[in-house]
């Protein structure tokens, strides 16, 4: 996707160290939000035991070109 400004990511925690990892191009922050948010909801939805806000942490949106957006600090939810 050559017009993708936006990537959402997931960090998942590997051999003692979290890496994060690109789950999918987006080209405007409001897709990747939605992205996002389905993801999440997902999770949530097919896993009992799952709390909305440790799923929703594990999530970041990154501008291309930018620096992580770390959810927790944006107070997205």
């Known amino acids: ?6 990537v ?6 590997e051999e003692g160290k979290v890496n994060d990892h690109p789950l999918a191009p987006l080209s405007t922050e409001i897709e990747a939000r939605a ?5 999440v909801d997902a999770i949530v939805n097919h896993t009992d035991s799952a709390d909305r806000s440790e799923v ?3 999530f970041g949106i990154k501008r ?13 939810e």
């Open 1 to 6: 996707m050559s017009d993708a400004a936006y």
């Open 8 to 13: 959402v990511f997931i960090s998942l925690k």
């Open 35 to 39: 992205y996002r948010d389905g993801y």
């Open 56 to 58: 929703f942490g594990l």
């Open 64 to 76: 291309v070109g930018e620096e992580l957006i770390n959810n927790k600090d944006k107070g997205d």
